[in-house]
């Protein structure tokens, strides 16, 4: 049975792009989210996100007829679940962050009722292992005049398939169509199905597997990023300490064949590499000892560039012992999580802005080219230009290597550069 209507519930980072992709293969897709100001802004044929090249494709999509946004599902062949996977709040400091699976329940709540027999369910948000098979006993409690994989087997009328996203934010139209595919189906029905769907655009290989191995892997691939960003930033720290340009000294250890040492920075941010692999300790708390351990490592990092901060400020009053800290600017260059992106969750520079924003008693000033203005109501934090920030500041902190920070000469003398530019 081929797939005529494609709905992708939850219009983010992930899926908008995915139903942008379906429909520039001439599919009609449906995509569906409770926020009004994303449906409607999709309805006008523009992009709520920042991602190059997406804004044509759904501008194309939409005029043509393709994508239309809704806030409530409707009736579709395939359903593509691609939404949030937060923690629970956290009780007590040093708690392991426990998964929060509850918009994953609410998109199978509302995709329920508009299943039929033939339909397939694909849920793509990062997800502790079992999620899939947790949705798919809400669906079938949901539909009882139905049956599931868990039950039915290859015999099921609806087939389940994880198949989770893997594209880099800033990348994701090329990578969308060029990555390959883990496709974990809960039957080997399920990943036929699901990869007879996803061939629709995608020009990589797509890989099948089962439900539990294709969450695992995602959450593998990213926590084994973040094992070896820790590592980057360890020995920011440790070269730091010894005097020592960790810069040169990771550009010289990399031309070792075997050796490929990642980048330090502020800290990692973004809603994956920080997020998934507590979805791994919290299952395995007593085994997953190194993965905790780089998520400790690199969770630290924002309140050692604080520090370095203090320590700069202290410098330059010691050095102008007629001023006090009230006569102190600082300016903080890049908010977003990575570089050239508009994205602000779980952002590292974010934070560390904020934090010295609240502690300092003089002005703090940020420069992001890629918003227009603050998402924060902070009235001691004020946005201004690069070339403003480089005249105004006394102090002077990198926290993102956006394009437009990289340049061969920086006017200010006070500098903690996070990552290495300058
Ligand atoms: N970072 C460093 N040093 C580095 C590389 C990254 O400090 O050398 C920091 C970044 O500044 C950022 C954070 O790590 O704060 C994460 O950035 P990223 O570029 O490593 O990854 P994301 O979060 O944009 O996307 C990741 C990707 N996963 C892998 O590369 C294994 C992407 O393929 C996934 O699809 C995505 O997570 C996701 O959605 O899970």
Redesign the pocket.
């Known amino acids: 049975m081929s797939f005529n209507t494609i709905s992708v519930i939850g219009l983010g980072y ?1 899926g908008l792009p995915t139903a942008a992709m379906f429909a520039s293969r001439k599919k009609k897709v449906i995509g569906v989210d409770v926020n009004q100001r994303a449906v409607d802004t999709i309805n006008r044929g523009e992009i709520h996100i920042v991602e190059p090249d997406l804004d044509m494709i759904v501008h194309a999509a939409v005029t043509e007829g393709y994508l239309k946004a809704v806030l409530t599902p409707e009736p579709a062949d395939a359903f593509l679940i691609a939404v949030p996977t937060p923690f629970l709040p956290v009780q007590m400091e040093g708690d392991i962050p426990q998964p929060d699976l509850k918009y994953i329940e609410a998109a199978a709540n509302a995709i329920a009722p508009m299943l039929k027999k033939g339909d397939l369910v694909i849920l793509e948000s ?1 997800s502790p292992v079992g999620a899939t098979e947790q949705m798919a006993e809400w669906l079938a409690a949901a539909r009882p005049d139905l049956t599931f994989p868990q039950a039915a087997g290859d015999n099921a009328d609806v087939n389940v398939a994880h198949c989770p ?5 800033g990348h994701v139209v090329r990578e969308l169509v060029e990555n390959d595919r883990v496709i974990g189906g809960m039957t080997a029905k399920c990943s036929a199905r699901a990869v007879e769907l996803y061939k629709t655009f995608v020009q990589g290989e797509c890989v099948i597997t089962n439900a539990r191995t294709a969450e695992m892997a ?1 959450l593998t ?2 926590s ?2 973040d094992v070896q ?1 820790a590592f ?2 360890e020995l920011s720290i440790i070269c730091d300490k010894l005097d020592i340009d960790v810069w040169e000294l990771i550009s010289l250890a990399n031309r070792h064949p075997r050796i490929n040492i ?4 502020p ?8 997020v ?1 692999p507590w979805f791994i300790v919290s299952k395995t708390p007593n085994e997953a000892k190194l993965i905790h351990t780089a998520r400790k490592v690199n969770d630290a990092k924002p309140e050692w560039v604080i520090n370095k901060v203090k320590i700069a400020i202290a410098d330059f009053l010691q050095a102008n012992p007629e001023k006090t800290a009230k006569d102190v600017t600082i300016a903080c260059y890049g908010l977003a ?2 570089p050239d992106i508009d994205d602000l969750r779980e952002s ?1 520079a974010l934070n560390i802005t904020k934090k010295i924003a609240e502690m300092h008693a003089g002005k703090v000033i940020a420069v992001e080219p890629n918003i227009k203005e603050l998402p924060v109501v902070n009235t001691a934090l004020r946005l201004v230009s690069f070339e403003e920030a480089e005249k105004m500041a006394d102090v002077h902190l990198l926290l993102v290597d956006h394009k437009e920070f990289k340049k061969e000469s920086f006017g200010g003398n006070c500098l903690i550069d996070t990552k290495g530019i300058w």
């Open positions: 992930i990062t996203e893997r594209v880099l934010p995602k691939e990213n084994c990023r960003i980057a930033n990642l980048q330090p920075g800290g990692v941010g973004g809603h994956c590499i920080a998934d999580f990575k590292p």
